[in-house]
Nanobody, 125 residues
């Protein structure tokens, strides 16, 4: 199994930036595709971004395209989500997830096998 722990969330102002980290333990994360999801209070869990195991291919949800960047450092067993130009609509718990299919970088929840506990991001206007 792969254990995932998110970090880097916090309370920020609109227009600010945050860098979230998803650190893995157990099996290496290098062969897994990884996605980021977010879930606001009272809403469904929505896809944010994904990256293949090689890091060559990425996929972003429309609301974050051009503002967020997903990347990975397989040597550190860590995936990152750089979030720029944050808005109150980005407020949510952010979760990372790993797919055993290293080339799966789509946004379907069912395509991911392991999930972290989440880190809260709150953006004030």
């Amino acid at each position: 199994q792969v254990q995932l722990v998110e970090s880097g969330g916090g309370l920020v102002q609109a227009g600010d930036s945050l860098r979230l980290s998803c650190a893995a333990s157990g099996r290496t994360l290098s062969s897994y595709a990884v996605g980021w999801f977010r879930q606001a209070s009272g809403k469904e869990r929505d896809f944010v971004a994904a990256i293949t195991w090689t890091g060559r291919s990425t996929y972003y949800a429309d609301p974050v395209e051009g503002r967020f960047t997903i990347s990975r450092d397989n040597a550190k067993n860590t995936v990152y989500l750089q979030m720029n130009s944050l808005t109150p609509e980005d407020t949510a718990g952010y979760y990372c997830a790993a797919s055993r299919n290293g080339y799966y970088y789509a946004g379907e929840v069912a395509g991911y096998d392991f999930w972290g506990q989440g880190t809260q991001v709150t953006v004030c206007s």
